[in-house]
């Protein structure tokens, strides 16, 4: 089946009435959250990866609310429903992105913070900027302890000017079959790439993909995960086994740089092992936000 045409539709309230979830201002534009048992409970809060928005999340959300746990998750800026700003997509835009969020839905006391690929950095550097903020962190198999090697497509991003001409022609289909690669089981694709194609309608998706990968994003924070090495915070780290993505070789220097964390393997699972094996993920993640309570 051939893939359709891209960013075709502007994102807007019209639009956003069918995303589900909800929406708010902040400082830098629109983003869409959704809050589970917003009276009650730890807040845990979900930061998705790269470029798969906050469905990632689904059988985490759905397994934390019904434990009790207040859980929020988000659009990151350029990413699902939210707005697609004409900014640099680089840490300080993505750190301010959670903050904000938190102080517009008020919440005063310290998060557990959840960090999935790209979402790990993310979550150390708003931990290490933060700490008053944050009560746990848990990382799953996270970005930043090395760079991630490029496919040549994505590396090509980084050059000037005919890269938005080549990634413009070329790009969606890339994106696809990297989203795809997160799996080890070929049989959970399907489903999951008709789901990430929703965001592909809305324009400026690829422009802050580019501009995600053109600020390095997906290069080395070793010195982020030092510094929350350097903390008294509970870490809990989790990997899968067969990750092609952020290979488990990383999982190494994660380790060395965040001396406590915890750290449990998933085997026969790719890059996303909540996703994929969720009733093996969520006794490990309920048991460390249960213990640090």
């Not at 798969?52 to 350029?78: A, C, H, K």
């Not at 080549?166 to 790439?193: M, T």
């Not at 995600?212 to 899968?240: C, H």
Request: hydrophobic letters at 40%; a negative charge; aromatic letters at 12%.
């Amino acid at each position: 089946m051939p893939f359709p045409l891209f960013e075709t539709k502007s994102l807007n309230d019209e639009a956003r009435k069918f995303a589900g979830g909800s929406f708010v201002t902040l400082t830098d534009g629109i983003t869409h959250y959704e809050l589970s048992n917003p009276e009650e409970g730890q807040t845990v809060v979900l930061v998705h990866g790269f470029s798969v928005p906050y469905f990632i999340f689904d059988p985490t959300f759905d397994f934390l609310t019904q434990s009790g746990f207040r859980t929020l998750r988000y659009d990151l800026f350029g990413r699902g429903f939210s707005d697609r700003p004409r900014l640099r997509y680089n840490m300080d835009l993505f750190v301010r992105q959670l903050h904000d969020l938190l102080d517009a839905l008020r919440f005063n006391l310290p998060v557990n913070l959840v960090g999935l690929s790209m979402g790990g950095p993310i979550t150390a550097a708003f931990t290490a900027r933060h700490p008053e903020r944050v009560k746990s962190l848990t990382l799953i198999d996270p970005a930043g302890a090395r760079a991630i090697s490029l496919s040549p497509m994505l590396k090509a991003m980084k050059l000037p000017g005919l890269a938005e001409a080549v990634f413009g022609l070329a790009g969606s289909e890339s994106l696809l079959k990297s989203a795809a690669k997160d799996f080890f089981d070929p049989e959970l694709v399907g489903l999951f790439i008709e789901r990430y194609k929703v965001q592909m309608q809305y324009k400026g998706f690829k422009r802050a993909i580019l501009s995600t990968i053109r600020s390095n994003m997906l290069g080395s924070f070793i010195e982020v995960y030092q510094a929350v090495g350097k903390m008294d915070k509970p870490v809990l780290l989790v990997w899968g086994r067969n990750d092609t993505t952020v290979p488990f070789v990383h999982s190494d220097d994660l380790r060395a740089a965040i001396p406590q964390a915890e750290f449990h393997v998933i085997e026969d699972c790719g890059h996303i092992p909540h996703y994929e094996k969720p009733d093996e993920f969520n006794p490990i993640l309920l048991e460390f936000l249960k213990r640090h309570e």
